[in-house]
């Protein structure tokens, strides 16, 4: 997964310019124990997808899921019956 990252990013920038941000609804999640905060998150979102939505989960790091699995299933499910 990590060794095509720098090429998946290629293809994604090239996806992008060529057909425009995506107009599936998005939500972009982060934890505060993450390397990344809400601006950061919503802004990488952004690059690709239009009306982005961002979450916050208090506690957890960059593998959410993981270490909260409850709270995110409560937050994904609530965003999937919002969009």
């Given at each position: ?17 060529k ?13 505060g124990?993450s ?7 919503q ?15 208090e506690?957890?790091g ?9 709270v995110?299933?409560?937050?994904v499910?609530?965003w999937?019956?919002r969009n």
């Open positions: 997964m990590y060794r095509t990252f720098e090429a998946d990013g290629k293809m994604n920038n090239e996806w992008a310019e057909n425009g941000k995506s107009t599936v609804p998005c939500m972009a999640l982060w934890g124990k390397f990344a905060d809400e601006q950061t998150a802004s990488m979102a952004e690059q690709y997808y239009q009306g982005v939505q961002c979450d916050f989960v506690g957890s960059h593998w959410i899921a993981e270490e909260k699995p409850s995110f299933v409560e937050k499910l609530k999937v019956e």
